[in-house]
């Protein structure tokens, strides 16, 4: 693969380990509904899919059901009432920006967790100065696994997408990057284990550990 002049990254799951907030605000909810708490192992695997997932988990509603919307804005006020204490980035990802800026590449956000939440998230990790750009989930029109995220990405940094390159832990991110005509990479290391699935999601390449990335994607320093 070429090395991209950007490098874009999607938040929860893979720079940013959000799952024990996202975890404590669902069973919150379920305590306000009289349920017991979810084991946090039953939660941690869907945290990268947010409201969607997590409301699914804790009470077995979709976006398509009725309960979904109240649900959902339920979920997010108890996220937002503390959501950046005990997000911490992965491992290894802290060094990995170094090198990519080290690089002389760019790097960015590309996340479907809305601009209230995000910002402050980013903000709290020390990254809103070193990022080129963040694209949170209610600044495009559609969110991903629509492209318009990442188009609005490109289109802010005044590159083509073919030019950057897209790094997700969820279907939905390696679905946005081939609608946009982006270079795409699925990665193990947040909620997910490595398993057959990841190898069908149909990415450029699978890495599991983020000193992979600078050392796959760009020329040696």
């Known amino acids: 693969m070429t090395a991209p002049a950007c490098l874009l990254f999607d938040l929860d799951g893979t720079l940013a380990d959000t799952a024990p907030e996202l975890a404590a605000a669902v069973n919150a909810l379920r305590a306000e509904h009289g349920l017991a708490a979810l084991p946090f192992d039953q939660l941690r695997p869907v945290c990268s899919q947010g409201a969607r997932g997590l409301v699914g988990r804790a009470f077995g509603v979709m976006p398509e059901d009725d309960r979904f919307p109240a649900l959902r804005d339920a979920f997010l006020a108890h996220y937002g009432a503390g959501h950046v204490r005990n997000s911490r980035p992965f491992a290894g990802v802290p060094e990995m920006l170094d090198a990519i800026q080290r690089q002389g590449a760019l790097w960015g956000i590309v996340t479907n967790k809305p601009r209230a939440y995000a910002e402050p998230l980013v903000a709290a990790l020390g990254w809103d ?93």
Do not use: F, N
């Open 129 to 221: 100065d070193d990022a080129a750009v963040m694209i949170a989930g209610d600044d495009a029109a559609r969110a991903k696994p629509a492209p318009d995220p990442l188009l609005l990405a490109c289109e802010s940094l005044a590159l083509a997408p073919a030019q950057c390159h897209y790094i997700g832990d969820d279907p939905r991110d390696i679905v946005a990057a081939r609608a946009a005509g982006m270079p795409c990479t699925a990665v193990s290391w947040g909620y997910i284990d490595e398993s057959p699935d990841i190898g069908t999601w149909g990415a450029d390449a699978i890495r599991h550990a983020p000193a992979e990335i600078a050392a796959c994607l760009l020329p040696a320093a």
